[in-house]
């Protein structure tokens, strides 16, 4: 028997959040970088107002560095020490925990100062070193699942986090390569990845993207967020990840995926209550077992 299969309760703890176990539906949204502090404070404060009513645990998101974009002359981000300054008055500002990702070992003391959830991207998420720092560092780790990778070959990455000390680790479905510049999802990865003992989040706007297909930018195609989002709650997720913005077509990174943000409130009620029906079914399967017609 595998260890994952001899854990009753698939949950994480993530700062004053528990994700999983039956709690309110994670999620975690933000813009895909950091720009400026100002655009960030307006697009968190815009968050705040839309979760507050809604039964959400919402987690603020933004990359200070986007270390693999296609074109070496892309944006970036604002750097480490200046992103870390902005998270950490988003954090305080709006009282949301917040959270990025780490591309090298040294960078992850510096942001679990900050953040109460590190995040491993997904063409990282096999670096052993990155995954053991991000381990010892305390908090929970979110890994998104390679591109390149089957659901099955993510429990060497949970392994790998749990042999370095981490206790609180999630999961996430982002997409597969399908062919050159394309990205599909097979939902049964969700069910997969759940029972390494972890919960699962789908990232709904990576999800769409068109790598290379803007000719050296990533493309993408935003209209189907909402349709792959409600396929992932239908299945079964412990959280769901968007990336949203004011202005999409001008963003510096991933426009063509993104949210906008004026829609993005709306777009999240729906979801909340497909996930209330959803959870309501699971509930009842788990009471009261599918019977089988005798043969």
Known sequence: MKYWEQIAVVSAQIGPYRCGDGQPLLLIAGPCVIESRDLSLRIAEQLRRMVDPLPVQWIFKASFDKANRTRGSSFRGVGIDEGLRILDEVRTQFAVPVTTDVHESPQVIAVAEVCDLVQIPAFLCRQTDLLLAAAASGKAVH??????LAPEDM???VEKLRSGGARDVLLCERGTFFGYGRLVNDFRSLVVMRRFGCPVVFDAT???QEPGGLHGATG?????????ARAAVAVGVDGLFFETHPDPDRAPSDGPNMVPLAAFGTMLARLLRLWEVAGRLQVESTATPASHPAP
Not at 143 to 148: A, H, R
Not at 221 to 226: D, G, I, L, S, Y
């Open 155 to 157: 429990q060497y990455v």
């Open 206 to 208: 990576h999800s769409v």
């Open 143 to 148: 890994v998104k699942k390679g591109q390149f």
């Open 220 to 228: 993408g195609n935003r209209a189907m967020v909402e349709p792959l």
